[in-house]
């Protein structure tokens, strides 16, 4: 069950809060998140080879132990590709922070999103964090999730409520991305927490998976960038028997972290950058799901798709393209092209189409591309935005 207005922390025992400490003008730049008592974590890091100082320090304390209490990021620097002094200011945070609300060193992690290659403004930093007020009473998601953004133009929420054990178990999100999405994760940033109990193996397992099936089927611009990941934590508050692949419920659990994943992987496409559509490829009817995702990304990736889009033209050979340049091997005489309920594409030839309807099919918020290859069971989804003036604009003056 979808949990209406929830967030990262509705389920029990989670506290969130964000403030602004001057790394950027106006808006929040410092945002905490805490468990009252450690929680079972896993992530998933960004394919990057260029990984920022604070995947590194937050990696350390996962090695250390499986259980983390306490996230402190900020936002306007990324503290990338700053060498050693970006490692230790990162250190830094984390033990600002971890002295802060009274935690040992090894149960925070550390994130940073923003402008590459400067150096973090520590004196803003450490002010900012010796602000924090008393953890445990904050109850304040909206303003983490803020403190979180870029050049985000609305925030990214997410809860569901299950029944496992006979009792209500919890799992909320938020996120942010707007630019640098591509798949491959580690394009953007995502919190979960969840009031579950779990086994740690289980957990890093189930993120993984599910991240490859939501996350990873995303992409605005191609650029993948050097801070990102996906972070979970479940502090088991919620009372059930501890969840593992051999619980009985273990698939109800599944079900509700990749419909989290999967809505806030889709609030990040839909807010790429400059963005005006959704754009969402349906592939289907291929040899194997794993050609079916490669097919519906390359979809989302074109940026002559993405542009017909936005001009809400119906220029199907783009897509067709699209597909024969995805490197799978297809049948062309098979393929069946739609947009929404109007076929363009009828076994490889042109299917006669209003361009009228079409045009005003293209003028929705969501658009949805259906492709069927007819050669197998292979199917995926794949998510992305369409490709506007707005998007140079915003991206021709990032720094300033």
């Known amino acids: 069950m979808k ?36 929680a079972v974590s896993a992530a998933v890091y960004t394919t990057n080879q260029f990984q920022a100082a604070p995947l590194k320090v937050t ?23 700053t060498g050693e002094v970006g490692i230790q200011n990162a250190f830094l945070m984390r033990k600002w922070f971890a002295e802060q609300v009274n935690l040992q060193e090894y149960e925070v992690a550390v994130c940073s999103t923003g402008v590459i290659g400067e150096q973090l403004p520590m004196d803003k930093i450490k002010s900012g964090i010796t602000q924090i007020p008393k953890v445990d009473e904050i109850h304040h998601a909206e303003g983490f999730s803020e403190a979180i953004l870029t050049t985000d133009t609305f925030v990214k929420h997410a809860c569901v409520s299950l029944f496992i054990d006979d009792r209500y178990v919890t799992i909320g999100g938020t996120a942010k991305g707007s630019g640098m999405i591509h798949p491959n994760m580690a394009t953007m940033l995502g919190f979960i927490t969840t009031d579950a109990k779990i086994n740690p193996s289980s957990l890093q397992q189930a993120l993984k998976m599910t991240v490859n099936e939501t996350f990873n089927m995303i992409t605005v611009d191609g650029d993948t960038s050097t801070n990102d990941m996906v972070l979970i934590m479940a502090n088991g508050l919620a009372g059930n028997q501890e969840l593992s692949e051999s619980h009985p419920e273990w698939p109800v659990f599944l079900e509700g972290l990749k419909e989290i994943c999967t809505s806030l992987a889709k609030q990040i ?11 969402e490829a349906h592939v289907y009817g291929a040899k194997s799901s794993i050609d079916a995702k490669i097919i519906s990304k390359s979809i989302i990736g074109s940026n002559l798709v993405k542009a017909a889009i936005f001009g809400e033209d119906a220029n199907w050979g783009r897509i067709v393209n699209a597909i024969g340049y995805s490197g799978v091997i297809v049948n062309p005489d098979l393929l069946t092209v739609s947009l929404g309920e109007i076929k363009v594409v009828e076994n490889g030839l042109p299917a006669p189409f209003s361009e009228v309807e079409a045009k005003q099919y293209l003028q929705s918020e969501t658009i949805q591309i259906f492709v069927d290859l007819g050669e197998g069971h292979g199917a995926a989804t794949a998510w992305g935005c369409d490709l506007s003036y707005d998007y140079v604009k915003i991206n021709a003056s990032y720094r300033t």
């Open 3 to 38: 949990i209406k207005n929830g967030n990262v922390a509705t389920p029990i025992g989670f506290q969130a809060g964000g403030m602004h400490s001057g790394l950027k003008r106006k808006r929040k730049d410092l945002g905490w998140l805490y468990s009252q008592v450690p």
């Open 269 to 279: 496409a839909r807010d790429g950058e400059g963005a005006t559509k959704l754009v």
């Open 59 to 81: 990696q350390e304390s996962l090695a250390f132990s499986p259980f983390l209490q306490g996230v402190i990021i900020n936002s306007g620097n990324a503290n990338a590709c």
